[in-house]
């Protein structure tokens, strides 16, 4: 039991601190990252029950919807719901890369406790290629949504309300793209998710470089307090 716990908890918290001690700036205080991975980790049981229900159902079964709509639109829908409503007006949201901070808190939260439900169901024997697939894809999915969310609150876009969409709508489509793949249960299925996952590696480190590198993707002190 405790080996499966702890294949279950250590990539998450590995991945989490390897975002958090990124921050060349500001970093964000512990209690409140830790916080967020709580909530993203009881989303599993409100999401669980409505996947449940549609599969009691017969209703979005197919692998197309099933993937875009039950998993990757349903999942990332409340993340983004969560992020929105508890972080993305609280006065510690200062800079961008805040944004992938809590993005990917959110995301592990939710990963973590996802991986120790299917491992205590299916045994330790594929801890390491979860750790390495859903559990990464998560998180890298939480840097893609937290990095629009830091756009939109700090930097100077036109239209906030459009990017805290795409916040959503990017996340939700490389999901789905990523549980489609499974859901076809082709034989060359790991040759089509290696790809994709150092593609989704790729675009992340990226988007954690870039956001990480300039000062002025933080909230100036004198102007927090307004944009929080």
Known sequence: MFAILSAAVAPGFALLAFIY???????????????????????????MFIQYAFEQEGVAQTPILKSFLLSGTLEEFFKWFIFLYAIYKHTEFEGRYDGIVYGVSISLGFATVE??????????SLAFLRALFPVSCH??????????????????????YKVLTVA?????????????????????????LIPFMIML????????????????????MEKRKWKA
């Open 21 to 47: 001690l990124k921050d060349r700036f500001d970093s964000e205080p512990f209690s409140k990252v830790f916080r967020t991975f709580i909530l993203g980790a009881l989303l599993v049981f409100p999401i």
């Open 168 to 192: 959503l709508i990017i996340p939700a489509i490389l999901h789905g793209f990523y549980d489609v793949v499974l859901e076809v249960q082709s034989s060359n299925v790991i040759y089509l």
């Open 201 to 220: 590696w790729f675009m992340a480190l990226h988007k954690i470089k870039t956001t990480n590198q300039r000062r002025e993707n933080v909230i100036p």
């Open 115 to 124: 991986n120790l439900l299917y491992l205590l169901a299916n045994g330790i």
């Open 139 to 160: 998180a890298l999915l939480g840097v893609m949504m937290g990095y629009y969310m830091g756009r939109a609150k700090v930097g100077a876009v036109k239209n906030q």
